[in-house]
């Protein structure tokens, strides 16, 4: 969909959005029976029937000052796994259920901000910040294997001047050192592939023009 304009700076979008997935991949953890009475989990990647999407997604830019951009932006989910097939017990373990890492809804924020520092020396700043909610790693839909919603915060800070090519960066990523799973596996146990923590750099760079 087109975006709409409005007065004062403002600019906003929204669209609406239907997936239907064919035999969609996943990862199936099975649990084995060992002589002493424990269990271990191993996984594999396969293929469930079918999943449903609908989403809806809403985005804004606003210029408050000519200096100064503002922007923001919401998505919003709803999946299903349709399981039919029930070799093995799989239609009771996985219809009905959420696509793996898929949140029912994401929000996303940034500042960006321009200023005159001296005579030809430029400033830009951007700070930006997003909110995932909860998700599950994997298509059992099972509690334990469920991520809480984080909030990830990153920022810039860049220093320029007209005369030269050479562009100079102070960045940081995860600021608030959020630390969460970004997928999981089973092979003795379950276990979970974690975040980068915060971390922070110095970059330099420089542009060439044709």
């Not at 709409?4 to 609406?16: C, F, K």
């Amino acid at each position: 969909m087109s975006p709409v304009t409005l007065p004062d700076g403002l600019y906003w979008s929204v669209a609406g959005f239907y997936q239907d997935y064919d035999a969609p991949q996943a990862r199936i953890f099975v649990s084995f029976d060992l002589p002493d009475g424990s269990t271990i989990v191993s996984n594999s990647l396969s293929n469930l029937d079918e999943a449903e999407v609908f989403g809806f997604e809403g985005s804004a830019v606003w210029s408050p000052l000519e200096a100064m951009t503002i922007e923001a932006g919401v998505t919003v989910l709803d999946s299903e796994i349709k399981q039919s097939n029930n070799l093995g017990g799989n239609a009771s373990v996985f219809d009905g259920n959420p696509l793996p890492f898929s949140s029912d809804w994401s929000g996303r924020l940034a500042v960006m901000y321009n200023w005159t520092v001296a005579t030809g020396l430029n400033a830009s700043a951007r700070i930006s910040a997003k909110y995932n909610d909860g998700f599950f790693l994997d298509a059992e839909g099972r509690d334990d294997r469920y991520q809480d919603g984080y909030t990830l915060l990153d920022a810039d800070l860049t220093l320029s001047h007209e005369d030269s090519d050479w562009r100079f960066s102070i960045w940081g990523r995860n600021l608030l050192d959020e630390d969460y799973a970004v997928s999981g596996y089973g092979f003795i146990g379950y276990n979970t592939f974690r975040s980068a923590p915060a971390t922070y750099g110095i970059r330099i760079r420089r542009e060439f023009s044709n």
